[in-house]
């Protein structure tokens, strides 16, 4: 997918029966060619026996579409409805009607059918859902996860809620999910993101007519939406890469700070500084030759940089509140750009008001992000897309809240990030991040663009390092060969 754009399940709703009919179709050919979008994920499988759960809205309606479509290929296949006895109405009620006419049956949900098949449909509940699931469709959704089924998700899992990607109660655990006419914002990022599985979109034919006339809620990108930074000059020299200087490295916390400053040398800065407590500098120095590391004369070290990054290992005592301080003091004044990590982050918390940022990158993960804004971090997780805008938009900054699904946010716009995986779930690895954006913004790229590619750059690189030798066990510093190798790819 490259730079998919993303809708709130309102904006899907208020706008895709205009767009069906600006593109001439009535809605139920749309119930018919989601059907279709769902059996060709089912094909994959190879299924001989299917089981399509339904419950009684139009997410029933792509269900029986679907059910019909699997009997018509000579495949066995059960419908169980949650409610059976619920009467429905408009096309989910003509999709039902069709089913019964093609010799199929509406059965109430047992868990000897879900015993019998090879794979479901979860055709339950669908976006409108925004109240916890009731316990007669929670016991269903509790007996397809606790069975080990491969599962496939019509438009949303069930049980999620399509904005926010957080569980209402609890939802089905899909292998896939299908979503249609826009991707919903709630699918790319935390729960949503590990509910949904494998994320496949079709926009049913009328992709054109609903971007015309839905707002979207942000942006899905990856690798793939970058085209690289551009070769260099044949006569360029270290100075004409940047100078970022990165600062942190309280006593005992040194590997943090070196682990950002390699990463902003393997990602192209042509020339890193650290500043650093002093009991940190050999253990920054050694087997590093190539950086410069001093723990005296800040104001001279920032005069140096074209920019800077501070946090990573700075700690909360009184020389990184000093180290800080002065940080701060000068590039607010100076307007150098800044990326914002780790301890910083929680400085700058205990003192907002004290600072106007302006050409800044926050980059908190969901634990500092709840100090930035005086909430809790579940607040945070249960409502990512609103907290990053409003973290955005107190620090006059552009955020990166880390996580599933990262996001990027510059109180204008969003984008997520479908690069990534557990594998950079270990300590160090936003250090790494840290480094990376540093040296994007030492190359010359806008506040947003590293930001953007830096995010990207990185989750591609627990990707590939993930793919090559498993989840469990990464070192951040795995990392720094694989984003040299993409750093260099120009498309």
Same mark, same amino acid.
């Given at each position: 997918?490259?730079?998919?754009?993303?809708?709130?399940?309102?904006?899907?709703?208020?706008?895709?029966?205009?767009?069906?009919?600006?593109?001439?179709?009535?809605?139920?050919?749309?119930?018919?060619?989601?059907?279709?979008?769902?059996?060709?994920?089912?094909?994959?499988?190879?299924?001989?026996?299917?089981?399509?759960? +339904?419950?009684?809205?139009?997410?029933?309606?792509?269900?029986?579409?679907?059910?019909?479509?699997?009997?018509?290929?000579?495949?066995?296949?059960?419908? @169980?409805?949650?409610?059976?006895?619920?009467?429905?109405?408009?096309?989910?009620?003509?999709?039902?009607?069709?089913? $019964?006419?093609?010799?199929?049956?509406?059965?109430?949900?047992?868990?000897?059918?879900?015993?019998? @098949?090879? $794979?479901?449909?979860?055709?339950?509940?669908? !976006?409108?859902?925004?109240?916890? +699931?009731?316990?007669?469709?929670?016991?269903?959704?509790?007996?397809?996860?606790?069975?080990?089924?491969? +599962?496939?998700?019509?438009?949303?899992?069930?049980?999620?809620?399509?904005?926010?990607?957080?569980?209402?109660?609890?939802?089905?655990?899909?292998?896939?999910?299908?979503?249609?006419?826009?991707?919903?914002?709630?699918?790319?990022? !935390?729960?949503?993101? /590990?509910?949904?599985?494998?994320?496949?979109?079709?926009?049913?034919?009328?992709?054109?007519?609903?971007?015309?006339?839905?707002?979207?809620?942000?942006?899905? $990108?990856?690798?793939?939406?970058?085209?690289?930074?551009?070769?260099?000059?044949?006569?360029?020299?270290?100075?004409?890469?940047?100078?970022?200087?990165?600062?942190?490295?309280?006593?005992?916390?040194?590997?943090?700070?070196?682990?950002?400053?390699?990463?902003?040398?393997?990602?192209?800065?042509?020339?890193?500084?650290?500043?650093?407590?002093?009991?940190?500098?050999?253990?920054?120095?050694?087997?590093?030759?190539?950086?410069?590391?001093?723990?005296?004369?800040?104001?001279?070290?920032?005069?140096?940089?074209?920019?800077?990054?501070?946090?990573?290992?700075?700690?909360?005592?009184?020389?990184?509140?000093?180290?800080?301080?002065?940080?701060?003091?000068? @590039?607010?004044?100076?307007?150098?750009?800044?990326?914002?990590?780790?301890?910083?982050?929680?400085?700058?918390?205990?003192?907002?008001?004290?600072?106007?940022?302006?050409?800044?990158?926050?980059?908190?993960?969901?634990?500092?992000?709840?100090?930035?804004?005086?909430?809790?971090?579940?607040?945070?997780?249960?409502?990512?897309?609103?907290?990053?805008?409003?973290?955005?938009?107190?620090?006059?900054?552009?955020?990166?809240?880390?996580?599933?699904?990262?996001?990027?946010?510059?109180?204008?716009?969003?984008?997520? @990030?479908?690069?990534?995986?557990?594998?950079?779930?270990?300590?160090?690895?936003?250090?790494?991040?840290?480094?990376?954006?540093?040296? #994007? #913004?030492? /190359?010359?790229?806008?506040?947003?663009?590293?930001?953007?590619?830096?995010? !990207?750059?990185?989750?591609?690189?627990?990707?590939?390092?993930?793919?090559?030798?498993?989840?469990?066990?990464?070192?951040?510093?795995?990392?720094?060969?694989?984003?040299?190798?993409?750093?260099?790819?120009?498309?």
């Amino acid at each position: 997918m490259l730079n998919q754009t993303l809708f709130s399940a309102e904006q899907v709703r208020d706008n895709e029966a205009l767009a069906a009919k600006n593109s001439h179709y009535d809605l139920f050919t749309l119930m018919q060619r989601a059907g279709e979008a769902v059996c060709k994920q089912w094909q994959l499988f190879d299924a001989q026996h299917t089981l399509v759960i +339904v419950g009684h809205g139009n997410n029933a309606g792509d269900g029986y579409v679907v059910a019909r479509l699997i009997m018509q290929s000579g495949k066995k296949v059960a419908v @169980c409805a949650a409610e059976p006895e619920k009467t429905l109405k408009g096309d989910a009620a003509k999709a039902q009607q069709l089913w $019964i006419e093609a010799g199929g049956m509406v059965s109430h949900f047992t868990k000897d059918a879900l015993n019998e @098949c090879d $794979i479901v449909i979860d055709a339950l509940l669908g !976006t409108g859902l925004n109240s916890a +699931v009731r316990d007669n469709f929670a016991n269903i959704i509790n007996a397809v996860n606790n069975s080990g089924k491969p +599962v496939i998700s019509i438009d949303i899992p069930s049980g999620i809620e399509a904005n926010t990607g957080q569980p209402l109660g609890c939802a089905v655990q899909a292998t896939s999910t299908v979503t249609f006419v826009g991707i919903k914002q709630g699918l790319t990022t !935390t729960a949503g993101k /590990q509910y949904s599985g494998k994320l496949v979109f079709d926009d049913l034919a009328i992709g054109d007519a609903f971007t015309c006339i839905a707002q979207s809620s942000g942006t899905l $990108i990856n690798i793939n939406s970058f085209k690289g930074i551009a070769t260099r000059a044949i006569n360029s020299h270290k100075g004409s890469h940047g100078k970022l200087l990165c600062v942190g490295g309280n006593q005992g916390t040194a590997g943090a700070i070196r682990l950002s400053s390699e990463a902003a040398l393997r990602t192209g800065a042509g020339m890193v500084r650290v500043y650093t407590h002093e009991s940190s500098i050999t253990p920054i120095s050694i087997g590093r030759p190539e950086l410069m590391v001093s723990s005296n004369n800040l104001h001279q070290a920032l005069e140096w940089a074209s920019c800077v990054v501070i946090g990573p290992g700075l700690g909360q005592d009184e020389w990184a509140q000093q180290t800080f301080d002065e940080v701060m003091q000068y @590039c607010q004044s100076n307007k150098i750009p800044l990326v914002i990590d780790a301890d910083a982050l929680n400085l700058l918390a205990k003192q907002a008001s004290s600072y106007t940022l302006e050409q800044c990158v926050l980059t908190p993960h969901p634990g500092e992000a709840s100090r930035l804004l005086s909430v809790s971090t579940s607040e945070i997780e249960s409502d990512r897309f609103n907290y990053a805008r409003l973290c955005a938009k107190r620090y006059n900054a552009t955020c990166i809240l880390k996580g599933a699904g990262t996001l990027i946010d510059n109180a204008q716009h969003t984008w997520v @990030c479908e690069d990534g995986n557990p594998a950079l779930a270990v300590g160090g690895s936003g250090d790494v991040l840290t480094g990376i954006i540093g040296a #994007l #913004l030492a /190359q010359g790229l806008t506040i947003d663009e590293a930001a953007r590619y830096g995010v !990207t750059l990185h989750a591609k690189a627990g990707d590939i390092a993930s793919e090559r030798d498993g989840q469990r066990g990464m070192l951040p510093s795995d990392l720094f060969a694989i984003v040299r190798e993409l750093v260099n790819k120009v498309t």
